[in-house]
């Protein structure tokens, strides 16, 4: 299969990698020869590292490197059976370069985009044959993350998306399809480890008698209680405040408003005061000069206080209960399956657990509860229950019954 690859950044290098690995032939397309050469470049370094690890040999670093292609005019694509484009997430932009491609690839070529959060209506939109466009949302890093979001456009024909699931599940990765609509499945669901993360910080809840940062405080609670590889704060500074406070705007707008996707006065701060985490040295924690957290004294964590004890629970169930909330919500709306939703937080997002999954672990008496605990404090809009979540308590279901 011919495959090409628009942009050669971080995402569309992984990319073409993952597809090179599985043997087919990729164009590798940037306007920029310097950005081809760094790619270029930096694969060698990743096979490198891989035949170090006993991952690979010698031969299928060549045979990899010898799959792809480094070009930089769009008609070079001509050929393809599939482009991806992994560009600037400006809808303008990738409606303008979609456009132009279609001028040069067959009609039988699927054009898909791997943003993460536009509509993919709108940019299918952009074609003279919008029926063949479709989303194709990787993770980063590419070739390690085991989720790939494919989410057809109300155009999309049902032969494009068959094609695309099958294309991407012979690339050995798990496919989770989802509705076109703001945020897809992961980057929807996953709202409130972040924004309600934030609100427990802004209110205070979190800060711990020894006046540590509350931030702490809640990273550690969903680290020690959820299993979770890191905690929210810690999360944000490896994405970037500003890339992460961009994504919750942006889905904010895209759902009218919603006051379950508020953003955060917090985050929009440290964002605006370069605050970015990891790629500035200092975010909610301060980083060392090769990127590792420098953590105060840790001798509060070791819960000796009960109050400390029943504080992280607290700020545990409460985020856990958001999350399960906002899951269940998918389902009722039809985002997605059940089980692409929780293989889409645990291959894509490396939950410890299908929220789902989880909720039936908690008992659906105990979300639907404890919605209503904070919604009754609350009175907010932002702390509604699912109505599928009410529905399986009065009918007594479980998911995946």
Known sequence: MRIG????????????????????????????????????????????????????????????????????????????????????????????????????????????????SLSIASIASALKNPERCIGIHFFNPAPLMQLVEVIPAIQTSKNILDKTVNTISDWKKVVAVAKDTP????????????????????????????GQAGFITIDESLKTLGGFRMGPFELMDFIGNDVNYTVTETVFKAFYFDPRYKPSFTQKRFAEAGYLGRKSGKGYYNYDKNGGIIIPERDYYQE?????????????????????????????????????????????VNYPKGLLAWANEKGIDWCVTKM???????????????????????EGMRFFD
């Open 5 to 116: 690859i628009i942009g050669s950044g971080t995402m569309g290098s992984g990319i073409a990698q993952v597809a090179a690995t599985s043997g087919c032939k990729v164009k590798l397309y940037d306007t920029n020869q310097s950005a081809l050469d760094k790619a270029k470049t930096a694969l060698d370094k990743i096979l490198s590292r891989l035949i170090e690890k006993d991952r690979i040999d010698a031969d299928e670093k060549s045979r990899i490197q010898n799959n792809i292609s480094y070009v930089s005019n769009l008609n070079d694509l001509s050929d393809s059976d599939l482009t991806i484009e992994a560009i600037v997430e400006n809808l303008d932009i990738k409606k303008k370069v979609f456009s132009e491609l279609e001028t040069y690839v067959s009609e039988d070529c699927i054009i898909a985009s791997n943003t993460s």
């Open 183 to 210: 945020g897809f499945i992961v980057n929807r669901v996953a709202r409130p480890f972040y924004g309600e993360a934030l609100r427990i910080y802004e209110e205070g809840i979190a800060d711990l008698p020894a």
């Open 304 to 348: 000796k206080d009960t109050h400390d004890k029943k504080l992280k629970q607290y700020i545990f169930d409460r985020v856990l209960v958001m999350l399960i909330n906002e899951a269940a919500d998918a389902l009722f709306m039809n985002i997605a399956s059940a089980e692409d939703i929780d293989n889409a937080m645990t291959k894509g």
């Open 372 to 394: 209503d605990e904070l919604y009754n404090e609350y009175h907010e809009d932002r702390y509604r229950c699912s109505p599928l979540l009410r529905r399986m308590l009065s």
